[in-house]
C-alpha cells in the first residue's frame, strides 16, 4: 500500500522528487523539489498519443515499459538518501504511485503526495489569497524609465523585485535577453518573498501586467495605497543604464532592433525609420536617448496625468547607492 502525505506535512528537510516531465517542471515546481521524469517531454507526448489514438490499456503498458527501464537508476540516486523521501506528480496520480511501489518493492522507502502538485499550486493560491498586507508597510518607488528602480530595490533588504520575479522587465522590450517566467513559478515565488518578509514590503511601480504575468488584485491595490517614493536621474545617467541592461551583448543589441518597428502604431513610421537609420550607424546612445525622451517619457506623463501618486520624498541623484542609502534613512523615520 502507498503512503500519502499532504502538502501541509511537507517539511523543509524532505527530499522532493517531481517525476512529471521536464516541460511541467519548467513551468513550476514545489521549490527545492529535483525533477526525475518518468516520462520526458517526447515520452509523454508518445504514450499521449497512444492513449488518444490506440487505447488506455496501451498507453499504460507504454508508460510501465518506460518505468522499468529508468527504476535501476531511481533506486541507486536514492538508495543513499537519509532524509524522507516524497514523490509527486501532478494531481497524485498513476505516475507517482507507480514510482512509490517500485521504489518500495525494491527497499527505497518513500512518500506519494496526495493530490501533487495541483494540492500545491492550490496551496500557493490560498496563501497569496489569505496575505494580510495591512500588517505590512508598503512602499512604492515611481520613476522614468531608466532611473535603475529595478537595482535600487535589490539592494534594499526588504525590497521585492516583480520583474525579477516574472523574468520581464514590464515594457515592449522586456523580454529582451531573458526568458519570461509562468505566472504559477511567478506566484510561488512571490509568496515565499512576501511570507519572508519582515515590517516592510517595498515594490517598483508596476502595471498590472508584466509581461504575461499578472499581479493578483490584493497585491496591486495594496501597490496602488502605499507609501510613493520618486526616484529622479539625469537623462544621460538614465541613457546610459538602458545601454547597461540592453546593449550589453551582440544578441540583445539584435533583439532590440527586432522590436524597433512595433512602435510604429504609437511613434510613427518617421520616427521608426529615423531610429533604425540610427541604428545602422551603432549610435545606441541616441537610440537610447530617442526611446526615452519620444516615447517612454510621454507614456508616463499620460499614464501620471490620471494616475499620479502624492510622493512623500523625491529623491534626486544619478548615484543609485546614494539614493539607497536615502531610501532606507525615509522609510527608518517613517512612523
Excluded at 507609501?227 to 539625469?234: D, G, L, P, Q, Y
Aim: hydrophobic share 35%; aromatic share 10%.
Amino acid at each position: 500500500m502507498v503512503e500519502q502525505i499532504t502538502i501541509e506535512d511537507i517539511k523543509e528537510t524532505d527530499f522532493l522528487i517531481d517525476v512529471r516531465s521536464e516541460k511541467e517542471f519548467e513551468e513550476d515546481h514545489i521549490p527545492g523539489s529535483i525533477n526525475m521524469p518518468i516520462l520526458d517531454n517526447l515520452q509523454r507526448h508518445i504514450v499521449g498519443y497512444t492513449y488518444k489514438q490506440v487505447s488506455k490499456d496501451e498507453a499504460y503498458k507504454k508508460g510501465y515499459d518506460i518505468l522499468e527501464e529508468k527504476i535501476n537508476d531511481y533506486v541507486n540516486k536514492l538508495k543513499s538518501v537519509k532524509s524522507r523521501i516524497v514523490i509527486y506528480c501532478f494531481r497524485g496520480g498513476m505516475r507517482s504511485r507507480a514510482v512509490v511501489e517500485y521504489l518500495n518493492k525494491r527497499d527505497v522507502s518513500c512518500y506519494q503526495l496526495k493530490d501533487g502538485y495541483k494540492a500545491y499550486r492550490e496551496n500557493v493560491l490560498n496563501r497569496l489569497k489569505g496575505f494580510d498586507y495591512n500588517k505590512k508597510k508598503v512602499f512604492i518607488l515611481h520613476g522614468l524609465t531608466g532611473t535603475a528602480k529595478t537595482k535600487i530595490i535589490n539592494k534594499l533588504d526588504e525590497g521585492i523585485d516583480l520583474e525579477g520575479l516574472a523574468n520581464h522587465r514590464s515594457s515592449l522590450f522586456g523580454a529582451v535577453g531573458l526568458n519570461p517566467n509562468t505566472q504559477k513559478w511567478f506566484d510561488s515565488q512571490l509568496i515565499l518573498a512576501l511570507e519572508k518578509s519582515d515590517k516592510n514590503l517595498i515594490f517598483e511601480g508596476e502595471s498590472l501586467k508584466i509581461g504575461d504575468v499578472f499581479i493578483h488584485k490584493r497585491l496591486f491595490d495594496a501597490m496602488d495605497k502605499a507609501i510613493a517614493i520618486k526616484i529622479e536621474m539625469s537623462l544621460n545617467k538614465r541613457v546610459q543604464n538602458i545601454l547597461d541592461d540592453y546593449f550589453d551583448t551582440e544578441k540583445k543589441i539584435g533583439e532590440v532592433k527586432e522590436i524597433i518597428p512595433k512602435l510604429a502604431q504609437k511613434m510613427g513610421n518617421k520616427w521608426v525609420n529615423n531610429l533604425l537609420e540610427i541604428f545602422a550607424k551603432k549610435d545606441y546612445e541616441k537610440v537610447v536617448e530617442i526611446l526615452l525622451t519620444e516615447y517612454y517619457d510621454l507614456l508616463y506623463a499620460h499614464f501620471h496625468k490620471h494616475h499620479s501618486p502624492s510622493y512623500e520624498i523625491i529623491i534626486t541623484t544619478d548615484d543609485i547607492d546614494a539614493a539607497v542609502g536615502k531610501i532606507k534613512d525615509f522609510i527608518r523615520n517613517k512612523k
